[in-house]
Nanobody
Framework: QVQLVESGGGLVQVGDSLRLSCEAS????????MGWFRQAPGKEREFVAA????????YYADSVKGRFTISRDNAKNTVYLQMNSLKPEDTAVYYC???????????????????WGQGTQVTVSS
C-alpha cells in the first residue's frame, strides 16, 4: 500500500510559478514510475507528466512541455512538479499517481497507475 500526499497548490496570477510536491509512504518509491495528472471542472482527468525510477526519463503532455518540469528525490520519497509561465487553462486539481512496483514504462495512461493522492488545487487568475 502506498499513500500519496500532494502539497503546494494555490492561487496565482498568469505568468507566475508554483512547485507542487507529492510525498509517498513506504519503501518502494524508488522502484515506481510516478506521474502527475490534472482535472479541470467539467473535464476528464488528463496526463501532465511522468518520470522514471531514477529520474533519467521524463514525459510531458504537449500542453505543458517547456513550461513544467517533473523531478524526484528518492531519498525523500518525493516527486515534484515545477510549473512556470502559468496560464488560466492550467487551472485544475493536480493529482500525483504511482505505477505498480517495478513497472518500467513511463506511461501517460490513467489506468496504468494504481495509487493516487487526494489532489491539490491550482488556480491561475487573469
Amino acid at each position: 500500500q502506498v499513500q500519496l500526499v500532494e502539497s503546494g497548490g494555490g492561487l496565482v496570477q498568469v505568468g507566475d510559478s508554483l512547485r507542487l510536491s507529492c510525498e509517498a509512504s513506504g519503501r518502494t518509491f524508488s522502484s515506481r514510475v510516478m506521474g502527475w495528472f490534472r482535472q479541470a471542472p467539467g473535464k476528464e482527468r488528463e496526463f501532465v507528466a511522468a518520470i522514471a525510477w531514477s529520474g533519467d526519463s521524463t514525459y510531458y503532455a504537449d500542453s505543458v512541455k517547456g513550461r513544467f518540469t517533473i523531478s524526484r528525490d528518492n531519498a525523500k520519497n518525493t516527486v515534484y512538479l515545477q510549473m512556470n509561465s502559468l496560464k488560466p487553462e492550467d487551472t485544475a486539481v493536480y493529482y500525483c499517481a504511482a505505477r505498480p512496483r517495478l513497472s518500467r514504462v513511463v506511461s501517460q495512461e490513467r489506468h496504468d497507475y494504481d495509487y493516487w493522492g487526494q489532489g491539490t488545487q491550482v488556480t491561475v487568475s487573469s
